[in-house]
C-alpha cells in the first residue's frame, strides 16, 4: 500500500480565503530526498504560486494542516498533526529492514 498524506494552508490573500493542496506520495519524496521536503515551499509550487510573492509570504505565517494519511502514514497522523519526524524514522528503519531481507533472499518481492 502506498504511504500518502493530503497536505493543505488555509489563508487569505486579497479579501480571499485560499486552500493550497496536494496529494503527498510520502514513498515517493522519501526516496527522492531522504526526507520529507520544505512543505510550504511545495505546495507553493504546486499551487502555482509564487516564492517571490506577498501571497507566498501570507502562506508562510500558517501552518501546514493534514488529512486523509493512507498506509503507514495512518500511524502517525491523529487530531493533533501529522508527526513527519516519527514517519521519516519508521520509514528509513523499514526500508533498511526491506533491504536486509532481500540480501538474505527471505523476501520473495526482492
Not at 501571497?55 to 500558517?62: K, R, S, T, V, W
Not at 498506509?71 to 493533533?80: P, Q, R, V, Y
Amino acid at each position: 500500500m502506498s504511504n500518502q498524506i493530503t497536505a493543505h494552508i488555509q489563508f487569505n490573500f486579497k479579501g480571499k480565503t485560499l486552500t493550497p493542496t496536494a496529494i503527498l506520495d510520502l514513498d515517493s519524496l522519501m526516496q527522492q530526498h531522504g526526507t520529507i521536503p520544505d512543505l510550504h515551499q511545495m505546495l507553493a509550487t504546486l499551487n502555482n504560486i509564487d516564492s517571490y510573492s506577498y501571497e507566498y509570504e501570507m502562506m508562510l505565517g500558517e501552518e501546514v494542516r493534514f488529512r486523509d494519511a493512507k498506509g503507514l502514514a495512518t500511524s502517525f497522523f491523529d487530531k493533533n498533526g501529522f508527526n513527519i519526524t516519527a514517519f521519516e524514522q519508521k520509514w528509513h528503519e523499514q526500508q533498511l529492514f526491506k533491504r536486509t531481507l532481500c540480501r538474505a533472499k527471505l523476501n520473495a518481492l526482492c
